[in-house]
């Protein structure tokens, strides 16, 4: 069974950081893009950040481009998300999606919850 | 402001047919192809349709995808109280700012 857990959320003073995780499963994790996607409280989906299957390939959201990166580790199936200079409007709940050459995102994660407050 | 328009809200009767529209661009859904993701309340996304007009495994033929040029609609037909969700259609963004692309969401209400 394909899953996808992510992990690290939680609450963190602006301008502070935080490492997001997310552990792949039931799948060949090396043959696959994947990304995050995020969302704020009470609003829709964002598209964060993508890499792919090798890692060389990268984009950014322009409004977290030059404060998040995004990597992966194909030998631990594992997805990373490390946020710096966080401020409040990235408070929302960040999923790990899986991408099918980037035509769709068929699996995703459960969630985990970052707040950016003082 | 989303790069894909979608209505913010619709509404039918159980057992009706509703669409929900998603306009984009030449550089979005004119180039790429679209997918629809169903949000039921408190949960994760879920892929509904794929590649504009697929179904995936478990996803019932009430569910239907189509696009033309540069928008596309998703369809649902025998309506139920369970298919109450905020529903998002997706598609890659082939212009300079390449990245994926979400439509707004449409919230369905089943009166």
């Known amino acids: 069974e394909v899953q996808v857990v992510e992990s690290g959320g939680g609450l963190v003073q602006p301008g502070g950081s935080l490492r997001l995780s997310c552990a792949a499963s039931?799948?060949?994790?090396?043959?696959?893009?994947m990304n995050w996607v995020r969302q704020a409280p009470g609003k829709g989906l964002e598209w964060v950040s993508y890499?792919?299957?090798?890692?060389?390939?990268?984009y950014y959201a322009d409004s977290v481009k030059g404060r998040f990166t995004i990597s992966r580790d194909n030998a631990y199936n594992s997805l990373y998300l490390q946020m710096n200079s966080l401020r409040a409007e990235d408070t929302a709940v960040y999923y790990c999606a899986r991408a099918v050459v980037m035509r769709y995102f068929d699996y995703w994660g459960q969630g985990t919850l970052v707040t950016v407050s003082s | 402001q989303s790069v894909l328009t979608q209505p913010p809200s619709v509404s039918a009767a159980p057992g009706q047919k509703v669409t929900i529209s998603c306009s984009g661009s030449?550089?979005?859904?004119?180039?790429?192809?679209v997918s629809w993701y169903q949000q039921l309340p408190g949960t994760a996304p879920k892929l509904l349709i794929y590649?504009?007009?697929k179904r995936p495994s478990g996803i019932p033929d009430r569910f239907s995808g189509s696009k033309s040029g540069t928008s596309a609609t998703l369809g649902i037909t025998g309506l139920q109280t369970g298919d109450e969700a905020d529903y998002y259609c997706?598609?890659?963004?082939?212009?300079?700012?390449?990245?994926?692309?979400f439509g707004g969401g449409t919230k369905l209400t089943v009166l």
């Open positions: 030449s550089s979005t859904i004119g180039s790429n192809y």
């Open positions: 039931g799948f060949t994790f090396s043959n696959y893009e």
């Open positions: 997706g598609a890659w963004d082939s212009s300079l700012s390449t990245g994926w692309v």
């Open positions: 890499i792919s299957s090798s890692g060389s390939s990268i």
């Open positions: 590649e504009n007009n």
